[in-house]
């Protein structure tokens, strides 16, 4: 029996989308593999009811919640206008969860299709963390997100990769030690992703695309052809839709996997596309933004793509 320690850190705004990602997560475990669940939640967070009946669901499944209050988050001072405070909340688990020395951590937005003991038995006892690059395209300097990493590598990292921070492999023992996370004063265009990059950047693993591979979007060429043949072959390990949500193209076999589970679990598509919609309803009201999202003229548009109206 293989025993892995996952963690997810969530809010309302999440939760449902936290609860499709967790189903996938334990739909494509084998059944010698033992999953510690870890979630970290923002207070008053619904939907734990609904989790823990998935998790009951499932040989070999344990949930562990923790809600965090506001005085609990050493990141707590940084600009939360376009941010909920619950992105920072991988950045200190190590330290929630004193009794871990690893743990997967995996962002609400992903969908996992194969068993992750593999990934998790990664040796990353030299490092702070495994990660994967992030997909944006460095090499096409008219790109917004990708000119925005190309400069920030070059003016942070010393030109060294860019990590997307949706899916970690936490060394917890490591970070516990490197406390250079909570003294880096830079500015931040995605907080959680610029400091993890910025405090660890000589110190993180490369992992495999199949890892963290984002549906929709061109694959960079500093990917290797062994990443870049494993995708086309269908062989990814975790989906990541952080730049086109699931339940926007389902028309797209890869997003229409997410309507399967989905609707296996109760949960029409359309319930979350609502709830993001209230969310940039809110949003607009206070004249901020959520990265990737713009209103013009009362059209939303998800990296430029329009996508429902107001």
């Known amino acids: 029996m293989s025993e892995i320690n996952v963690l997810y850190c969530f809010d309302s705004r999440f939760s449902k989308l936290a609860t499709v990602s967790i189903y996938s997560l334990l739909k494509n475990k084998h059944d010698t593999t033992h999953i510690n669940l870890y979630c970290m939640v923002a207070p008053h967070t619904y939907g734990k009811r609904k989790i823990q009946k998935v998790i009951d669901k499932f040989p070999h499944a344990k949930i562990i919640w923790r809600t965090i ?34 743990i997967l951590y995996l962002d609400s937005d992903t969908i996992i299709c194969s068993d992750l003991t ?99 979007v061109i694959i960079p060429t500093f990917f290797s052809d062994h990443e870049i043949q494993t995708i086309k072959h269908k062989k990814y390990s975790i989906l990541h839709f952080y730049s086109i949500k699931p339940y926007i193209y389902l028309h797209i076999p890869m997003y229409s996997l997410f309507y399967k589970l989905s609707t296996e679990l109760g ?26 999202i713009r209103i013009y003229d009362d059209k939303v548009t998800l990296f430029g793509i329009i996508t429902f109206h107001l």
């Not at 600009?79 to 020395?101: G, K, Q, T």
């Not at 593999?118 to 040796?123: G, P």
């Not at 004063?185 to 490369?206: C, E, G, S, T, V």
């Open 118 to 216: 593999e990934l998790y038995n990664t040796n990353i006892s030299d490092y702070a963390m495994g990660a994967v690059r992030d997909m944006a395209p460095i090499y096409d300097k008219n790109h917004p997100n990708g000119r925005y990493v190309y400069d920030f590598a070059h003016k942070y990292l010393n030109d060294d990769p860019y990590y997307n921070s949706g899916v970690l492999l936490i060394n917890a023992k490591n970070m516990r030690k490197n406390k250079e996370i909570l003294n880096i004063n830079i500015p931040l265009k995605y907080p959680d992703q610029d400091l993890l990059n910025a405090a660890f950047h000589n110190k993180i693993l490369p992992l495999e695309l199949k890892y963290n591979y984002a549906p929709g």
């Open 69 to 102: 209050r506001h005085n609990e988050n050493p990141f707590r001072k940084h600009d939360f206008s376009r941010w909920s405070p619950v992105i920072f909340y991988r950045l200190f688990a190590c330290d929630i969860f004193p009794e871990l020395n690893k």
């Open 267 to 292: 949960m029409h598509p359309d319930e979350f596309a609502k709830l993001e919609q209230k969310y940039i309803k809110k949003q607009k009201s206070t004249k901020s933004c959520i990265p990737g």
